[in-house]
C-alpha cells in the first residue's frame, strides 16, 4: 500500500483497514476505492484531512517541526474545522 500523501511504500497496516505512513506520520484508511486521511495529534485526537493538499502540508510540517501541531496550529495549517 502506497501512502496517498507522498508515495512512499514505507507504510504499515494497523488495523483491517488502515495504514499508518512513518514517512508523513499520517494515517489512512482505504475502503473500496476511497481514501480517507487522518491526522493524530499529540492529545490523541484524529482528525479527517478531506483534502490531499492539505495533507501535504501538514506532512511536511511535521517532517521539518521537531513536534506535532496542535489543534490550534492545525487549524491555522489546514484553514478550517
Ligand atoms: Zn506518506
Redesign the pocket.
Same mark, same amino acid.
Given at each position: 500500500m502506497y501512502?496517498p500523501? !507522498?508515495m512512499?511504500a514505507n507504510t504499515g497496516k494497523t488495523g483491517s483497514d488502515t495504514y499508518y !505512513?512513518s514517512?508523513?506520520l499520517?494515517e489512512f484508511t482505504c475502503i473500496g476505492n476511497e481514501v480517507t486521511i487522518y491526522y493524530i495529534d499529540p492529545e490523541g485526537v484524529s482528525y479527517a484531512i478531506k483534502d490531499r493538499g492539505e495533507a501535504r502540508r501538514l506532512?511536511e510540517y511535521i517532517r521539518q517541526g521537531d513536534e506535532l501541531p496542535l489543534q490550534e496550529r492545525l487549524q491555522e495549517l489546514i484553514g478550517k474545522c
Open positions: 501512502c500523501v !507522498c512512499s !505512513c514517512e508523513c499520517l506532512a
